[in-house]
């Protein structure tokens, strides 16, 4: 063997001891991330089979992604998803009843409409209740729900709407009561009244749905006694989350005959809604808990609409974020339309905050000078004028602080789950306007609920 060809083997061994230890540490890193992954939480089934299960989603406002953090994954709709079939096919085999009800808040970008209805079709939604906010575009969801039995808010007269499911047996009767009229409006709910009583009918679940806070909707289940079974209601219930022993969530409590409980408020929060009817004599038994998608791999057919949806909003993004970099290169003014163009849900949910409406409030006090404007005017911070006053005052940037940098920019036409992470809005930002010369009452868990979206 000459000494070139004892070089070349050299070489050749070495090479190949370097493909197997990357190989090797390829195959440590797989492991480690394996261990590392979330297990899904095994579905807990109830010792005796329910007679009826519905399963409840709620707020999703249009996110088929939420963004690349562990701890967010979640929330995505391909993985509730998961966590919806796993769920309905074990209760079924026990000989449990199932149904899947959407119970409102699901609509954001308009763009995305069609493809979350079209998932909803694909994992058998049997029902979807519009919320105020939804019914806003109900044309547009009518185009597209195709065949999805869907439950508006009442409208001008004020009677509900209701929709009846059958279910082996038993029939479920799912009211909207919109935004309902206070407890003291007594010719509303003398109208009310009239409309539900005539859906009592033996064997039947009277559901009403209320877009309302827990204090109101303590009172609303007052007032519904002995006409329904079950108020949802787009709010905690409870108070404080309270695991039940099989490590679930409690999300009902009984108020007189009415089972008061919560519309799941995070994406990645299922409500169970079970009940129990051992026989004729004696009334059904009813609970409801919260279920979490939290380690749940995608559905597959769900993920495939959602990459769809991606797909058509990146061509649509390169435009969008183009006009972004544009403005954030300047470091000039973003105003909350040019965000809203594309997170109508969020836009429209901040119009109905104080925040829209911090520099009205400075007029209406006569205190429009330069020490107030600079936290109530976004537009006078970066500019030092203010051109518009209505559906103006505390914007995006100003929370979403990252929007003002070029680079940080740069990251926010990703699509979300492919986002490494995401800024949250901290009591830091807040406190930089909410001091205590001008905010002494600020508490940050009290105020920041009020301006979430």
Known sequence: ???????????????????????LFALIAVHQWRQQRPVPPPVTLPKEPATLMLLVTANRQGKLEVCGCPGKRAEDLARVAALLKVTADQNRRRGTQVALIEGGDFLGEPDATPYLLRAYRAMGY?????????????????????????????QGNGKPNAFSLRLGEWS????????????????????IAGALRPLHHPHTLLLALAYTDRKTAEALAGRLNGLV??????????????????????AGRQIGRVLLASLPQSRSQVLSLMLWAKDKQNSP?????????????PDPQVKEIVDAYYAMRQKKLQQEMRQLLAVAQKRDYVTPEFCGSCHRAQYEQWLTTTHSKAIETLRQQKRMDKQCLTCHSLEFKMRGVVTVIKNRGVECVDC????????????????????????????????????????????????????TH
């Open 1 to 23: 063997m000459t000494q070139k060809q004892a070089e070349q083997r050299l070489h050749l061994l070495g090479l190949s001891g370097v493909a197997l230890l990357m190989a």
């Open 229 to 250: 079974e079950v108020l949802l209601v787009d709010d905690n219930v409870m108070g404080e989350s309270l695991l039940t022993a099989d490590g679930t969530m409690a």
């Open 126 to 154: 049997q029902a979807i209740a519009l919320s105020p906010r939804d019914a806003k575009r109900l044309p547009q969801i009518r185009a597209h729900a195709n065949g999805l039995p869907l439950l508006p808010p009442p």
């Open 172 to 191: 479920v009767t799912l009211v909207n009561l919109g935004e309902p009229p206070s407890v003291t409006e007594e010719r509303a709910w003398q109208q």
């Open 400 to 451: 979403h602080t990252e929007l003002a940098d070029p680079m940080m920019a740069r990251m926010h036409g990703q699509r979300p789950g492919e986002r490494p992470t995401t800024t949250t809005v901290t009591e830091q930002i807040c406190v930089r306007c909410h001091d205590r010369e001008n905010s002494p009452n600020f508490d940050y868990r009290t105020y920041l609920p009020k301006v």
């Open 285 to 297: 038994k009813l609970e409801a808990t919260l279920l979490s998608s939290y380690g749940q791999s």
